[in-house]
């Protein structure tokens, strides 16, 4: 693919396989082509390594901090199950929503926990709002200290974010899925992965095997659960997709 700006004149030209393109350089076409480059871009640079949420690293794009709050907000969900803690910014940032409302807590699960990243969330004033489980994700062993961990009748809300390998979510999701409430989502993050492949830090392999694929696999076969991107609360502009890097992640539970 090949774009080419000219901004005296406005435009943009897509080039690509399927011929030329082009679009007014202010438009909806325009800013999803550029949008997606600078997705590619600037996760090489490492671009998401460079936040924090109240002292810890988040590791994450914001707009999609800032599409998930809309969800947690929207549903309010009693337990916020999330796989992969790393330096733990995401646990942070969902203890934050959960104090705000006045409910809700935070499950983190890792197959490690480094002893200076425990350190830091047990010491984190926000600590009371989580529970951290060592153990790998799809572990019998862990998946039941989470389970056990889950009260009758819980609104629970997923987020996989761990190992992204296509067979690691699609265990994942298969291990999970019953946890989530009617109305909730299971969150099979970082498909983006696909779109990277070709990037200097991606992998070949990242075509097929990524979340994105998971997530649709398992919608094939549980008709309970479907692919939707939750939608915005407001929204006063043309657009209608998110910039992320989370595609084809929500997985509604809608009975």
């Known amino acids: 693919m090949k774009l080419l700006i000219d901004t005296d004149h406005k435009t943009l030209v897509n080039e690509d396989n399927q011929g030329s393109h082009e679009y007014a350089l202010y438009s909806p076409e325009a ?27 988040v590791i994450q794009l914001p707009e999609d901090l800032i599409r998930i709050q809309e ?23 969902y203890a934050s ?19 200076h990243n425990r350190r830091a969330i047990e010491e984190h004033e926000l600590t009371p709002f989580i529970a951290l489980i060592e153990g790998s994700s799809i572990d019998k062993n862990t998946v039941a200290q989470v ?33 989530v409430s009617p109305g909730s989502y299971i969150v099979a993050t970082d498909g983006s ?3 990277l492949h070709d990037v200097p830090r991606g992998k070949r392999d990242w075509t097929w095997d990524h979340p994105s694929a998971a997530a649709l696999e398992f919608s094939q076969s549980h008709p ?21 890097h989370w595609p084809g992640a929500w997985l509604c539970r809608t009975s």
Not at 36 to 50: A, C, F, N, S
Not at 72 to 81: E, S
């Open 147 to 179: 389970k056990a961990l889950i009260r009758p009748g819980e609104r629970v809300l997923v987020i996989l974010d761990s190992c992204h390998t296509k067979q690691h979510v699609l265990e994942e999701l298969n291990a999970y899925h019953d946890l």
């Open 97 to 115: 929503l959960c104090k705000a409302m006045g409910k809700g807590r935070v499950i983190g699960v890792d197959i490690e926990i480094r002893k």
């Open 224 to 244: 309970e659960f479907v692919i939707e991107q939750p939608p915005w609360p407001f929204n006063e502009s043309e657009l209608r997709e998110n910039v992320t």
């Open 31 to 57: 800013f999803k082509l550029i949008s997606h480059l600078w997705l590619k871009v600037g996760w090489d640079q490492k671009y998401p390594y460079t936040f924090s949420w109240m002292g810890r690293p």
């Open 71 to 93: 969800v947690v907000y929207r549903i309010k969900p009693d337990v916020i199950l999330e796989t992969g803690v790393a330096h733990g910014g995401s646990l942070i940032f």
């Open 193 to 195: 992965m696909q779109f």
